[in-house]
């Protein structure tokens, strides 16, 4: 027998005690799976290939990650790598462990690459690439941030800057403004992704992220919205008005969902974008253009960086 229902009152499924649901199933799978790859009694333990990519992303993300920090700049470097697979799509847990320590190894030295002392993981992505054989092709692409962040200003008069950089690196580094100030600071597509990556931020929990994806998008598919030149003139200058207006659809193209014409996928949080500075090899002259590389994620509450 039971009380009437007016004794126990339903309770409160708001959006945030389901996120914290969530977020508390999710911190048990990754312990759960850190606390095997300690242990010494997984030798000849199988674990499918789909949760394997899970687990390794997850707990790389959970370990280092810090999605919900701000930096200036923000890039993407992607190592690829190659697992033993059963015919039933089963990996070794010794494999997976192999794995996981090149992954931190690899990301050790992606940092490494940036002089800038403040840099830091934002987010890293395992994908499948395909399975040939008895052969798993992975991709792991770790997002880093670096310099300080400073304060966040709409595009002024003066903030007329290069479209971009090609090939912007250590030994290429951003062309700066339209009047030759600020060589080597910034250029029109980083003061893009600049402002996209942060927003005005409220507090929040610590968050991280499962289930990664990176979108690509280009002015190619968004016509007329995100930046092609197709005269291609490496000296074009973006004007504080072109910016603005590429910032807002930019903008749009992120946070709408995939159904509603944008990029981003049902139930996923936008995470970061990347602007690569690039030309599209076909026609003459090749048009350069801004190529958009958009990570999301399933959100939840917990960092093992805290």
Known sequence: MYSCKKDFPEPHHSPENELMTHSQKV???IKGFDNKL?????TGELLELDSAIWYTEALQNYEYAHPDSGSMNFVVFKTQYTLAVSPGGMVLMDDV???YGLMEVQLLADLAVISNPVKFLVITDVALDSTIGNTAHLSVSNGLGFSLLIIYDPFEEDDDWFWGTLDEGPGTPPRGKCDGTEYGVSDGSNELAYRLNNPNIAYTPPTNYTNV??????GFVYENRLFVDWAANIDYCLTDTELTYYLGES??????YES???ERPAGKDFIRVEIEDTMYPSGSP???????HISYGIPYYGSGTE
């Open 27 to 29: 911190l048990s799978l």
């Open 38 to 42: 300690e242990s010494n009694l997984k």
């Open 97 to 99: 462990e192999t794995l």
């Open 213 to 218: 994806v990176i979108k690509d998008a280009d």
């Open 251 to 256: 903008d749009d193209i992120i946070y709408s």
């Open 260 to 262: 509603l014409g944008g």
């Open 286 to 292: 090749y048009p350069y253009f801004h190529w958009y």
